[in-house]
């Protein structure tokens, strides 16, 4: 028998899995979010081949969520992670080189496996393990909030790292030293991901998010398959991920329609970062306060309606600070969508047993944007450079809020009185919730 883990332990445990659950993505994506233009100049990318590099990503990740469920219900947390991010950050070593398209297609396809069958799954279950029974919603806000603070401390660090590396007059900055400030940003979110994998292995105990006894992943595999309700909650990922992926483009934004220079704009998306901790947190409140599918069904509105506004303002007609107001409202909209959308493995009656399995299924369908989104949102804005191109894709935003308002409304239909059960006896007899530690 297990010892219930102390105060301190169980801190230590969701520190780590928050700081893990970010640096995880760094190399992968923050570079793109927050150094957008100089990686595009550095690179030589478009918008289009940058999109297709993603989708590179995207598809080997597809590939990977499912059966990476299926490992999370089997294997505890603490090697899993610990392997996925030392082999993530050897990949930033070979970012930093600035390799041609065809190499960083065969890393983005290297960190699609890194990155998610190995982490994803097990990082998910062992919040959920973490959080208990009652307490769903502050557990995956404080990850989702977390991971945001995380975000944006390191992103901050690095923009200082990166403005220090550029000439006073960024304007008059060769290729050269654009390559070269943009390679120390990835080395040192590389050494930053290696530190992570080394305190997973030391401050992650060894038994935790260990599968249940008799439990089969694969039998769990099948049982998910087969429920509605896990489906719907994938469709809500996929919208609210949408929302999220949109948020990197958000720089270029700022630089090609509100006029900010490549640092000003770094520093944009960085302020921005800074309410993913309040809007996750604060969603996940009003989630165990409320239910989740409200503190969702509210987000998606809000993003809705900014985005909405975005795609019909332009600077020469709304005043800039309203135009940041409502961008600075989507993204605490995006954020608390995050910091929610995983507590309905709770609402939804998920047995315990199958955690690994949902996650895997709502992820495989709940991110496949991480295929199509950047490819799409390449050519959007590519057709129509400038304020007309970011007006399509603001309007893209949220038409894709509205889909989620409308996912969710299924979600509730579901358990709506009187409906069929969400999942079968057998499978909910096959449910336990392990004892919290308090």
């Known amino acids: 028998m297990n010892r219930p883990e102390s105060s301190s332990a169980r801190l230590a445990t969701i520190v780590t899995l ?10 992968p994506f923050h570079t793109a979010r927050y150094f957008r233009v100089t990686l595009l100049e550095a690179f030589g990318f478009s918008n289009t081949l940058l999109g297709d590099l993603f989708a590179a990503y995207g598809v080997v990740a597809f590939l990977s ?4 469920g299926a490992l999370a219900d089997r294997f505890p947390a603490r090697g899993l992670l610990t392997a996925s991010l030392l082999a993530t950050a050897a990949g930033g070593v070979a970012m930093a080189t600035i390799p041609n398209a065809a190499g960083m297609g065969m890393l983005y396809a290297f960190w699609g496996v890194a990155t998610i069958l190995l982490f994803w799954g097990a990082l998910i279950r062992a919040t959920r393990e973490w959080g208990g029974s009652g307490t769903q919603g502050m557990a995956f806000g404080l990850l989702e909030g977390g991971r945001g603070l995380v975000a944006a401390l390191a992103a901050l660090l690095m923009a200082s790292i990166f403005a220090a590396s550029m000439p006073d007059v960024v304007e008059s900055a060769s290729d050269a030293e654009r390559r070269s400030a943009l390679s120390r940003v ?6 930053l991901t290696a530190l992570t994998g080394v305190a997973a292995w030391l401050l992650i105990p060894g038994d ?4 249940a006894p008799g439990a089969s992943p694969l039998a769990g595999m099948r049982a998910v398959l087969s429920r509605p309700v896990v489906w719907a ?22 630089n090609e329609v509100l006029g900010m220079d490549e640092v000003e704009a770094a520093f944009f998306s960085t302020w921005g970062a800074f309410l993913r901790p309040v809007a996750a947190i604060a969603a996940g409140l009003l989630a165990d306060r409320f239910t989740a599918k409200r ?8 993003m809705l309606a900014s985005c909405g506004a975005v795609s019909l303002f332009a600077p020469s007609s709304q005043p800039v600070s309203a135009i940041v107001a409502m961008l600075f409202v ?34 495989v369908i709940g991110f496949t944007p991480e295929i199509f989104f950047a490819p799409i949102t390449g050519r ?7 304020l007309a191109g970011f007006q399509h894709y603001f309007l893209f935003l949220a038409t894709v809020a509205a889909a989620g308002l409308l996912l969710t409304a299924a979600v509730v239909y579901l358990h709506r009185p009187g409906g069929p059960p969400l999942w079968p006896t057998r499978a909910r007899a096959g449910s336990h919730t392990p004892a919290r530690a308090e």
Do not use: W
Request: include cysteine.
């Open 208 to 211: 935790h998010g260990r599968r």
């Open 186 to 191: 990835i080395l040192a979110y590389s050494a």
């Open 380 to 386: 959007i804005l590519d057709a129509s450079p400038g």
């Open 295 to 302: 503190a969702i069904s509210g987000a998606f509105v809000a």
């Open 65 to 68: 969520y499912f059966p990476g």
């Open 330 to 363: 989507s993204y605490a909209a995006v954020y608390a969508l995050r910091g929610v959308y995983f507590a309905l493995l709770e609402e939804n009656e998920t047995p315990r047993h199958v955690t690994g399995a949902a996650v895997g299924l709502v992820s």
């Open 18 to 27: 928050i700081v893990a659950g970010e640096m995880i993505f760094a190399l």
């Open 233 to 254: 909650q994938a469709g809500v990922v996929a919208c609210a991920y949408c929302g999220f992926k949109g948020l990197d483009n958000y720089a270029l934004y700022a």
